[in-house]
């Protein structure tokens, strides 16, 4: 599994509110976590907003056991062999992935 952060894009954001004189000096981020499952030739993207959630480890470590629980879930239920084994691929981010707690959540 290749894991890695999109780049973020930002999307203008008013509150339920009429839109005022700046509407676009308050934009909010999208931040988009990208997983490649390459025995499946599948791509599972989450796109959640800057409020929710940032891109340190702590939302690494959330969307890789979200993802893997997700996984699990879908094998179980149609009685596909669950992997010996899990590769992951990471980029060289020293907040994301080479933190203690990102390395002991793999």
Known sequence: MCQDFGQSQTIPS???RRPGSNYFCSNL???K???CDTTQNENFVYVYDEHNA???????CFLRWHHLCKLWLQLETTGGPFP????FVMDNC???????L???SV
Request: aromatic letters at 6%; a positive charge; hydrophobic letters at 35%.
């Open 102 to 104: 990102t390395i002991c």
């Open 14 to 16: 008013y509150n339920l």
């Open 33 to 35: 976590f990208v997983v």
């Open 54 to 60: 940032g891109k340190g480890c702590d939302a690494v």
């Open 29 to 31: 981020s999208a931040h």
């Open 94 to 100: 020293a907040g994301q992935n080479k933190s203690h």
């Open 84 to 87: 010996s084994k899990l590769i």
